[in-house]
């Protein structure tokens, strides 16, 4: 009953891709990121939907290809993906995982539509895992990393040479280094986006309060 095109199957189908599209987009809906809680629910359903007309037209007509609408959904995805990420006025890119985790809720919602119930539960198990252990993982490497990427706005141009100077008595290494115009900082202001190298274990809010005492310096961030 649960492979064929029934009402038991259906009705299954789609709780299912509500229960995992939600458990996905709870995670990315406390982080308050574009897509959420109600997007990742209908990314998911709306593919399960897709799977299951494709194979009740297999079914009842016998005729055309059971993978055809879930292939045009996992390319037509990637606009909705695509509208969560965006690039901030300091060049920071937004919105990746996302993107990634509205592509992988379709592909679990397609898993569910064609009756792929196993592949589906532990494919959004792993999923959830992903977005949510392995973010705190990823959050600890970061800072335990000695390579720190920065955005820096100074009010004189002498400024980038100031900073360099200090990197260069702390033992830290420049590189990437990128000037860009940004209209936001005003006519008069430099905004530089470079790459720092500690040579020993450092605190990244260490390194940070050593370089703020670079000249003409009125902004530093850490990308």
Not at 60 to 82: K, P
Not at 87 to 97: A, E, F, K, M, P
Request: hydrophobic content about 45%; some cysteine.
């Amino acid at each position: 009953m649960l492979q064929g095109i029934n009402y038991f199957s259906i009705t299954v189908r789609i709780f299912l891709s509500v229960i995992i599209g939600g458990a996905l987009g709870f995670e990315r809906e406390q982080k308050r990121h574009p897509a959420g809680f109600r997007t990742y629910i209908l990314v998911c359903l709306g593919a399960a939907l897709v799977m299951m007309t494709n194979q009740y037209v297999f079914e009842t007509f016998h005729t055309g290809d059971v993978s055809r609408l879930g292939a045009q959904v996992i390319s037509g995805i990637g606009f909705l993906g695509a509208g969560t990420i965006i690039i901030t006025g300091r060049n920071q890119v937004r919105g990746l995982t996302t993107a990634a985790g509205l592509w992988a809720s379709a592909c679990i919602g397609l898993a569910i539509g064609i009756g792929f119930y196993a592949g589906a539960i532990v494919g959004g198990i792993a999923i959830f895992f992903v977005m949510t252990v392995l973010q705190r993982l990823d959050e600890s490497m970061r800072v335990k990393s000695k390579r720190l990427d920065l955005y820096m706005e100074f009010d004189t141009p002498g400024g980038l040479g100031s900073l360099i100077n200090i990197a260069k008595e702390n033992n830290m290494e420049i590189s990437n280094i990128q000037v860009i115009k940004n209209k936001a900082t005003g006519k008069k202001a430099t905004s530089v986006l470079l790459s720092v190298k500690t040579k020993q274990n450092q605190s990244h809010a260490d390194v940070l309060q050593i370089l703020e005492c670079a000249a003409g310096l009125n902004f530093i961030e850490e990308l």
